[in-house]
């Protein structure tokens, strides 16, 4: 045996300094007040009656790597004693010389049993004991001795009746035990980490698999029984899931527990429930396993749901919220108690009719031994216990018989139909990580609940349904002989069934535009309603006079002319850079003029002399656009106060010596650059906000080898993505610079996988703008490459190429990686925000509703989401928060255009951009786009022409200030001039229409009119009575009619003969001389 097996030295010595340090720390708290610890570990002959797990087996396990029968260790201050067997002492002999010997307190002491008897050894065992410390207290695991004593007279046994004569009290150490077994090394997390995976790859490829292909074949059944044998086979046999690891290496925990349909008594969440032989259903089944590496036990359970009803939906959705909660308190230095204690006021705050259903266990600790009764979540749990890093734990969270009464029943077809109360179970591997972070769930399986829930009996009868459908397409198709008529290539078969179609598609059009119709006249009246309802309380445009109010403000560099500059004298020109002023000489005195009432600078041509022009601002002229803001509302101010203030409108100064003007020139010029970039900064950081102090995170998700656009620094700004508790920050590689984008300042974040572009998208619009270098920005942006966005056309590449078909392969997969990965990122940044009461989530694009369209300079591919329409890849990005739009006008709305124009009018009319358009948007895509405004609530109107929106959102304005936009205008004779609201932009259509009708309505009359029957107009529908069957008939009359003309040679003759009479002609004709040209005089 010795010389088989193998001790780590460097790992038994470091495990028993843990103990020995635990239980010199803990001694009284923990220990019982020992003075030495024995661990007597006694034989079995029947492995039945050995326990599957204990602790002092754990104990051995884990300080040796063996568990050690008929042994008894003995831990005193100073010296670890062992009396066992020849072969164990001497696997221990190798340990003895190891160098990590000297880095623990504890000297080993070997003791070998004898077949005439141990007195001796229990003599020098008892003497260490009474010698250690005060030598009264012997901890030993008392109870599980006396549940599990093993065979009559063994070594343990006989031992601790030796401690009892030698009149040593004997104290339970059951808590110290647990500590020692609770915290682990980098080994033992190892060991776990490897049993989850192990656990979670059952679960997954394993029950889940299986008990799909049991539920998707009707015909066949499986017992639970059965199921949990299965399991169990697997997880002896990890070959079969394609697992290499060391024979006898992995385990299983318990025989899997597998439980559907409930019973007499309800479904049971312990750890020690019993899987039964009933037929597993189609209702809620819950699995628990759990498979060991090398001794160490992982723990997974999920709940999956068949047919489910609404109540069991809510319920598992607040049991996820539960979970969610005790994660948060499951932090290193934590109380266990805390976890019982945060659910409990959790549900009694949020959902207190599901208190009474919570287990009385909501887990414990894992390890060697699966489940320890001392470190877990109860409500007696001892609160002096702690969490501490790499402690690993199964956290199962559950509801325990909850009721379902009959009008909770009633909404689904299957066997959940018969139950009268259900149960819900998750259950997880969790590691403890470091301090202020989250710990780290180690089983992976997804537990949402689109991953759980399963819809068979309704799709299968939708399948039924589809499937009769198409059956009776077939037996129509069959009968259909269509219908024979003459064209002019000859004969041909109208099938009745391609009309029927073509009619059906038409009607099917027709009722959804007449449905779009309906609800976008309730969504006018319903904003015209709420526009009277605000407009009644009355408003008024305060804030805009104010603004121009402050605006208006004299300048002021100097509150007096004793703080003039000393430079400024009465004879020369001079520039205060710091102030923004000039002095000007006037009459001998030096007067300031702030740089910003100065219009321009001019310096004519020279003569004899150099000249120097000053042009101000005045009232009477035109401010122009580079016209700096308050100057104008200065201006405009003394305008309208009617001239009682005079102006001066340039001064002209002349010196002989040229250098001092030009000198003064230079520097005016160079102030009012500084002036203009000022204020021109001044306006771009006006609406900047101060963000809140990023609040980092040691184990944060994080995206790397990103790049920013716009740019941080540089051409390129490459770097990598973190999410922090509060906000994400972006970190350059190279240079250090980051950026930081707060949650709350988040306003859509959008995440775009790559499927046809070379580009994965991360993207954030931002409520208040961000610096980026040195511009503001409101959109942010994160993407990678997948593959080269330009590939050398020129080479010549065939179809057959092996290297080009092997490189299709690795970008194929790359571009899957990359979505995974992305996605992953981005799902834990949501997690991370939630855990912290933040709200954030991503938007994904829709593609299926993508169109073209030029919303800056170019086509581009626009797409909506749930929340806005985006184009993420192009340059510069769109991003248009559909909430902030009030309404959507369309232009070029007419059957001759190949394109239309889109503009959104936003809420806000006084913001910098009041309207967005999309300009060339191909007319096949305006009935889904509408479809879309339509689901979304937003009203729009239509019409065949361009509108000056700039004109047009003033009158907008204007009308909503004289407080008549939301009413009808109307003459006195009662002629309608102006509809309510944005129904007014719909005035171009009627008129035009009127017009055609009244022009057009006798054709239309005399006879039928096919471009006009093919044009679909909703507001003039022709007669449903229409028959068919005379259509049918009149269009064979005119084809008859057709083919009854001349033929082909008939034709060829006529034109022959016209073309003889042509040439005849011309030869009558007399020769022409060219005509003189006239001369100009």
């Known amino acids: 045996m010795a010389a088989e097996l193998h001790v780590d030295a460097d790992t038994f010595w470091s495990r028993l300094a843990r103990w020995h340090s635990l239980w010199s720390r803990s001694r009284e708290q923990h220990w019982g007040g020992a003075d030495a610890v024995c661990l007597a570990l006694p034989k079995f002959d029947d492995e039945q009656e050995r326990p599957t797990y204990s602790k002092s087996a754990a104990m051995s396990r884990s300080i040796v790597g063996y568990e050690l029968s008929s042994t008894v260790m003995l831990l005193t201050k100073t010296e670890l004693h062992v009396l066992s067997g020849e072969k164990k002492c001497a696997l221990l002999e190798g340990v003895q010389g190891a160098a990590a010997a000297a880095s623990c307190p504890v000297k080993l002491v070997l003791h070998r049993t004898s077949k005439g008897g141990n007195d001796v050894a229990f003599g020098e065992l008892i003497k260490a004991a009474k010698a250690s410390l005060r030598g009264a207290r012997l901890g030993i695991l008392a109870k599980e001795l006396e549940n599990f004593p093993g065979v009559a007279g063994n070594v343990a046994l006989a031992f601790l009746d030796a401690v009892d004569k030698a009149g040593l009290q004997k104290v339970e150490v059951n808590v110290g035990c647990a500590a020692v077994l609770a915290e682990k090394d980098s080994g033992s997390v190892d060991h776990l980490k490897k049993a989850a995976v192990m656990s979670n790859k059952v679960m997954k490829h394993v029950f889940i698999k299986t008990m799909e292909e049991v539920f998707d074949d009707s015909s066949r059944t499986k017992t639970h029984s059965e199921m949990a044998t299965e399991i169990d086979e697997k997880i002896e046999d990890p070959s079969k899931l394609g697992i290499k690891v060391p024979p006898g290496s992995i385990d299983s925990c318990f025989f899997p527990i597998v439980q559907s349909g409930g019973s007499e008594s309800g479904f049971s969440l312990k750890a020690s429930a019993q899987t039964d032989d009933n037929t597993m259903t189609e209702d809620v089944v819950i699995c628990s396993l759990g498979a060991s590496f090398k001794g160490y036990c992982g723990h997974i359970a999920r709940t999956f749901c068949i047919d489910p009803v609404p109540k069991v939906q809510s319920t598992y959705a607040t049991l996820l919220k539960l979970r969610a909660e005790c994660l948060t308190v499951m932090t290193n230095g934590g109380k266990l108690a805390d976890v019982h204690i945060r659910a409990k006021e959790f549900l009694a705050k949020k959902h207190p009719a599901l208190a009474k259903h919570l287990p009385r266990s909501l887990g414990f600790s894992l390890g060697i031994e699966f489940k320890d009764s001392v470190y877990s979540f109860t409500a007696k749990t001892d609160p002096q216990l702690r969490f501490r890093k790499d402690m690993v734990f199964s956290l199962s969270v559950g509801f325990q018989d909850v009721p379902l009464s009959a009008g909770d029943r009633k909404s689904t077809k299957g066997p959940l139909k018969k139950l009268e109360k259900f149960s819900l179970l998750v259950a997880d591997t969790v590691r403890i990580a470091e301090e202020g972070s989250l710990p780290d769930v180690l089983t992976k399986t997804p537990c949402q609940w689109t991953d759980v829930s399963y819809n068979i009996l309704n799709d299968a009868d939708q399948d039924e349904e589809s499937e009769d459908g198409e059956g009776d397409e077939e037996e129509e198709e069959e009968a259909d002989e269509g219908t024979r008529v003459k064209t002019a290539a000859g004969v041909a078969t109208v099938l009745k069934s391609r009309l029927r179609e073509r009619n059906v598609v038409a009607d099917e059009v027709t009722a959804a535009r007449q449905k779009r119709m309906d609800k976008q006249t309730r969504l006018h009246q319903a904003k015209i309603d709420k526009g009277l309802r605000d407009q009644s309380r009355g408003g008024g445009g305060g804030a805009a006079e104010e603004e121009e109010e402050i605006l208006a403000d004299e300048f002021a560099s100097y509150p007096s002319s004793e703080r003039f500059p000393p430079d400024a004298n009465g004879s020369t020109i001079h520039v205060d850079m710091e102030r923004e002023c000039i002095f000007l000489p006037i009459n001998g005195q030096p007067v300031p003029f702030h740089i910003s009432t100065i219009k321009n600078v001019v310096m004519p041509d020279p003569d004899r002399s150099t000249y120097l022009r000053i042009n101000f601002y005045t009232p009477g002229q035109a401010l122009g656009k580079d016209a700096p803001k308050q100057m104008a509302a200065i201006v405009d101010r003394h305008k309208q106060q009617g001239g009682e203030y005079a102006f001066i409108k340039e001064f002209t100064f002349r010196c002989v010596e040229q250098r001092g003007l030009n000198k003064a020139f230079r520097e005016i010029q160079e102030l009012r650059k500084r002036s203009r970039q000022r204020e021109a900064r001044q306006l771009e950081e006006a609406d900047l906000v101060v963000q809140a102090k990023l609040v980092k995170m040691r184990d944060c998700p994080r995206l790397a080898d990103l790049e920013m656009r716009p740019a941080l620094s540089g051409r390129k700004s490459k770097g990598n993505l973190e999410a922090h508790s509060n906000g994400l920050r972006f970190v350059v590689t190279k240079s250090g610079e980051s950026v930081d984008m707060m949650y709350a300042n988040i306003k859509h974040a959008l995440f775009q996988p790559c499927k046809g572009e070379h580009l994965i998208v991360i993207h954030f619009n931002l409520v208040h703008p961000i ?275 001349q033929d082909w040679d008939e034709l060829e003759a006529e034109a022959i003969a016209s073309d003889r009479q042509k040439e005849d002609w011309e030869r009558q004709q007399p020769e022409e001389r060219p005509a003189k040209k006239s001369r100009r005089r």
């Open 771 to 1045: 610096m980026v270098g040195k511009k503001k920005t409101q959109d942010v942006q994160f993407i990678t490459e997948v593959v080269e966005a330009s590939e050398d056309v020129n080479a010549r590449n065939s179809v057959y190429d092996p290297d080009e078909y092997e490189q299709e392969q690795r970008e194929r997969k790359m571009r899957k990686k990359l979505n995974l990965k992305f996605k992953d990122f981005v799902m834990r940044v949501e997690d991370v925000a939630k855990q912290h009461d933040l709200k954030l989530e991503f938007d994904m694009p829709y593609r299926d509703l993508a169109f073209q369209g030029a919303h800056h300079r170019e086509m581009v591919t626009l797409m909506p989401s749930i929340n806005c329409l985006c184009n993420l890849t192009e340059m510069p990005p769109f991003v248009l928060s559909m909430r902030e739009v009030d309404h959507v006008h369309f232009e070029r709305c007419s059957m001759g255009n190949k394109n239309f124009d889109m503009v959104f009018v936003m809420k806000n009319l006084n913001q910098p951009t009041p309207t967005r358009m999309i300009s060339a948007i191909d007319m096949k895509d305006i009935d889904e786009i509408q479809e879309w405004l339509s689901n979304q609530d937003i009203t729009y109107t239509g019409g065949t022409i361009n509108f000056n929106w700039k004109n047009m959102i003033t009158t907008i304005k204007g009308l909503l200030e004289d407080g008549v936009f939301w009413e009808q205008e109307v003459e006195e004779n009662g002629e309608l001039i102006r509809e309510p609201g944005y129904l007014f932009l719909n005035a171009d259509n009627g008129d035009d229409e009127g017009e055609d009708e009244d022009e057009d309505g006798e054709e239309y009359e005399a006879g039928s009119d096919d471009e006009e029957s093919e044009d679909y107009d909703d507001e003039d529908d022709e007669d449903d009575d229409f028959d068919e069957e005379e259509d049918e008939s009149e269009f064979d009359e005119e084809e008859e009619d057709d083919a009854e003309g």
